[in-house]
């Protein structure tokens, strides 16, 4: 970044002569530099899952989680400066129960999806805040269907039919291009329980080509088996997936 000494990156509302916003930028970087977060939106539901690394032994398990709730049927998972994913959390409720006090249903996941993204590139506007340091991968089962969301730093947002940020999001996305593309060409498509399998491969396979520090493995789903309510994947689903993910993973080395 040449323009990195001209003072264009001391203010978020300062464009450089080349239409850039730097402080943005740098958002993004501190996005890049957290572990990966996946959302993969199925036949019949919606899987998310983190990479959730853990940079001291003496965390307790399951401390710093990274996948929040929203409302019953609408979670969130975040890549980047964890406190910010926290914040971002709870305005997200704050504007669920606000859609439901006023409208008396449940808010879709694309509204959310639209206001918390007016309220991120807010951010972007005025030399006294500063950006967001997170993607956001916002997932539901609504009135309209399963529906998957990215949020980026600028607030700009996307639906997807599947969609990795965070580190070693360029080989995840690969991994789920791949996965995609057999619905495309008319075969069945995924399931949540095939999705959570498929989502633990591509944690497993991004972390070892990553050779970061030691992590845990986070993941939710909303479907018919939750109530179509945001949830936890139950723990035996999750071990026989983590199981079959360091299984692929040895395989794969070994043809290597």
């Known amino acids: 970044m040449t323009s990195i000494g001209t003072g264009y990156d001391l203010s978020v509302s300062t464009y450089s002569p080349d239409g850039r916003l730097f402080q943005v930028e740098y958002a993004n970087k501190a996005v890049e530099a957290a572990g990966v977060a996946i959302g993969l939106r199925c036949t019949d539901g919606v899987v998310l899952g983190v990479e959730r690394l853990l940079h001291s032994k003496l965390l307790v398990k399951g401390a710093n989680r990274r996948i929040a709730s929203l409302d019953e049927h609408i979670g969130m998972a975040s890549a980047g400066l964890l406190a910010d994913g926290k914040f971002l959390a709870s305005r997200g409720r704050d504007e669920a129960s606000s859609f439901r006090?006023?409208?008396n249903s449940?808010?879709?996941?694309q509204i959310l999806s639209d206001r918390l993204s007016a309220f991120l590139q807010a951010y972007t506007c005025y030399g006294s805040v500063r950006p967001f340091g997170l993607s956001t991968l916002l997932g539901g089962?609504?009135?309209?269907?399963?529906k998957l969301f990215c949020i980026e730093p600028s607030?700009?947002?996307y639906g997807y039919r599947a969609c990795a940020v965070g580190k070693g999001k360029a080989l995840a996305k690969t991994e789920l291009e791949k996965i995609v593309s057999k619905e495309a060409e008319g075969q069945p498509g995924i399931s949540v329980r095939e999705?959570?399998?498929e989502i633990a491969r591509i944690i497993y396979l991004v972390?070892?080509?990553?050779?970061d520090k030691d992590f845990e493995l986070e993941m939710t789903w909303i479907c018919s088996e939750s109530g179509n309510k945001h949830a936890a994947v139950p723990a035996d689903l999750l071990a026989?997936?983590?199981t079959a993910a360091k299984a692929a993973l040895e395989e794969g080395m070994e043809e290597d």
């Open 101 to 103: 006090d006023n409208y």
């Open 106 to 109: 449940p808010v879709t996941v």
């Open 155 to 157: 607030g700009v947002y």
């Open 195 to 197: 999705a959570v399998k």
């Open 141 to 146: 089962v609504d009135k309209t269907g399963p």
């Open 240 to 242: 026989e997936a983590e």
């Open 207 to 211: 972390h070892d080509d990553n050779k």
